[in-house]
């Protein structure tokens, strides 16, 4: 395990060692959040996945007919299709869109592990201050 993963490990067993309805139920806030995030993190990433597809269904529709064109070309005439291939070769091809870097949120933001370990230390920390009667 890498250490951001202990290091959530460690704050899960440190609200756990002490199960208090407080502790419990700030753990399951945590949860809750990281059940959110990895919702919206999972309906970009089918969001992303149908670009790809897309792209690729855009690029297949090209390929298909540019070999139309060279099968035509190379029908009607062996040197057409000759004289045809550099200017194919020089005409711009669909490109995939570039995947964003690992981290990179809608924001320009913090990684969802940077935000969970920010989320649990707050948490303990607010936890383990002074003591609220009103709880």
Same mark, same amino acid.
């Given at each position: 395990?890498?250490?951001?993963?202990?290091?959530?490990? %460690? @704050?899960? *067993?440190?609200?756990?060692?002490?199960? =208090?309805?407080? !502790?419990?139920? @700030?753990?399951? @806030?945590?949860?809750?959040?990281? =059940?959110?995030?990895?919702?919206?993190?999972?309906?970009?990433?089918?969001?992303?996945?149908? @670009?790809? *597809?897309?792209?690729? &269904? &855009?690029?297949?529709?090209?390929?298909?007919?540019?070999?139309?064109?060279?099968?035509?070309?190379?029908?009607?005439?062996?040197?057409?299709?000759? %004289?045809?291939? $550099?200017?194919? #070769?020089?005409?711009?091809?669909?490109?995939? $869109?570039?995947?964003?870097?690992?981290?990179?949120? #809608?924001?320009?933001?913090?990684?969802?592990?940077?935000?969970?370990?920010?989320?649990?230390?707050? !948490? !303990?920390?607010?936890?383990?201050?002074? &003591?609220? &009667?009103? %709880?």
């Amino acid at each position: 395990m890498g250490k951001d993963e202990d290091f959530i490990m %460690d @704050e899960f *067993e440190w609200a756990l060692q002490d199960p =208090t309805e407080k !502790r419990l139920r @700030e753990l399951g @806030e945590v949860v809750s959040i990281i =059940t959110g995030k990895l919702i919206d993190a999972f309906g970009k990433i089918e969001g992303r996945m149908d @670009e790809v *597809e897309s792209s690729i &269904s &855009s690029l297949e529709s090209q390929i298909s007919s540019l070999s139309s064109r060279v099968a035509s070309g190379v029908a009607a005439s062996p040197s057409a299709a000759v %004289d045809a291939s $550099p200017a194919m #070769a020089s005409e711009p091809m669909a490109q995939a $869109p570039k995947p964003k870097p690992a981290g990179a949120g #809608a924001g320009g933001g913090m990684s969802m592990m940077g935000e969970l370990k920010q989320l649990l230390a707050a !948490r !303990r920390a607010k936890s383990d201050g002074p &003591s609220d &009667s009103s %709880d």
